[in-house]
């Protein structure tokens, strides 16, 4: 039977460390540190260690200060008082809660930028260390942060989902501990999508499984900073967000943007590509906490790529799908399934990535015209987890999709 943990007049039953985290944090309550043997541990189920381990005042303060501004945070957003949230009613989408539980919280790791046909680009001598430049050391990823939140939507009015995108400076060592903040690029998930607001780095399209994975376009302005192509009147960039979370480990996840030039409303081009390579490390502070040298993944962009053979062939896939040509109203989907078929993956079709990533495009679907751009993960042998957003050939998004596939050893 499973135990019960008392915090602030609140029972809680235990529960995985990600729904303890997202269930505390929901609730507004001071975020304690909680303690499962010496680490937080996820699926720890038994209760045979389960308490909360207060290790000074400063912490317990320190955790409420943090709640605190949370809640600051989503009444912003909400732009209500927090006492209304209340009084809203609305219902959760189909899947939302589990969706919520698994993709909020800290996420650290790693991130770098990759031209069009896969070469990683080099970060800027700006921000490099001057040991690295003696040592004539080149450095092509950033150590990251990407706190997330997806509140429950009876706690909110338009917010969805909240994350900031932190990219620190790269340090020698183990100063990463103390690791200064480069950028941070918040997106929001906004329920109320407005089709006239034009608003930086807005998602005109969002698609998610409840295991936590989800596609997201955002509408970006000006040039893209990884070629420097400017934007005119005619032409604008798209960010097409795959986010993949590892069928096996709901902890590990990567995330893959395809940025992506429209011009004149209908040709689309794939101008450049970005990874990043995450794993769970906590509940939701708002990034207050970096990783430092307590990351458990390394740089990864100058590494060798995925092989040609691991990803080409015949595969057997599981489709889950959102269409966005329906009568459906709203830019927020739920994948769902769609069946299986076989799938026949071209080498000539392949950007290849390291971290056993590929993206690939085509402009054509079934011997339609159209813009198919499509990110895979080979997470085990033999098994892929793939995601894709078609366009219609005049640039209007059709379908967004994630697939479970295996290959198919009888081929054709």
Not at 55 to 60: F, G
Not at 185 to 202: M, P, S
Not at 298 to 304: H, L, Y
Request: one cysteine or more.
């Amino acid at each position: 039977m499973a135990s019960i943990c008392c915090y602030s007049g609140v029972f809680l039953q235990t529960q995985t460390s990600k729904e303890r985290a997202f269930n505390v944090v929901s609730s507004g309550l001071p975020l304690p540190y909680y303690s499962y043997g010496s680490k937080i541990e996820k699926g720890n189920t038994t209760g045979s260690h389960c308490g909360v381990n207060f290790q000074s005042l400063h912490q317990i303060q320190s955790s409420s200060r943090i709640a605190t501004r949370l809640l600051h945070v989503q009444a912003q957003h909400r732009r209500v008082t927090p006492s209304s949230a209340s009084i809203n009613t609305t219902a959760p989408p189909p899947g939302w809660p589990e969706f919520a539980r698994n993709v909020s919280g800290e996420w650290d790791g790693f991130g770098a930028d990759f031209t069009n046909s896969g070469e990683p680009i080099q970060l800027p001598d700006s921000v490099v260390p001057e040991a690295y430049r003696e040592w004539e050391v080149k450095v092509f990823d950033w150590q990251t942060q990407c706190p997330t939140l997806a509140p429950h939507p009876a706690d909110t009015q338009d917010l969805a989902m909240t994350y900031k995108s932190i990219k620190l400076l790269p340090t020698v060592g183990c100063e990463a501990d103390a690791a200064t903040r480069y950028s941070v690029d918040e997106r929001n998930v906004n329920l109320n999508y407005d089709d006239d607001d034009d608003t930086n780095n807005k998602a005109s399209a969002f698609a998610y499984q409840s295991s936590g994975s989800y596609v997201a376009v955002w509408q970006t302005e000006g040039p893209d900073p990884r070629t420097l192509s400017t934007v005119t009147p005619r032409t604008k960039l798209l960010e097409l967000e795959h986010c993949l979370i590892h069928p096996q480990n709901r902890e590990s996840r990567v995330r893959i943007f395809q940025v992506v030039r429209v011009a004149n409303n209908s040709e689309m081009t794939l101008e450049s590509i970005r990874v990043f390579c995450e794993q769970w490390s906590g509940p939701f502070r708002n990034g207050d906490q970096p990783g430092g040298c307590t990351i458990r993944d390394s740089p990864f962009a100058s590494t060798a790529a995925v092989n040609t053979s691991q990803v080409a062939g015949v595969w057997q896939a599981h489709v889950s799908v959102a269409n966005f040509q329906t009568s459906q109203t709203g830019f927020l989907r739920e994948l769902t399934d769609n069946g299986t078929h076989t799938s026949v993956r071209n080498e000539c079709q392949l950007i290849l990535l390291p971290k056993q990533l590929w993206c690939s495009t085509k402009e054509s679907k079934d011997g339609e015209p159209c813009y198919d751009f499509e990110v895979g993960w080979l997470h085990d042998n033999g098994c892929a987890l793939t995601s894709r957003c078609i366009f219609s050939s005049d640039g209007k998004l059709k379908e967004i999709s994630i697939v479970r596939e295996t290959v198919n050893l009888e081929g054709l």
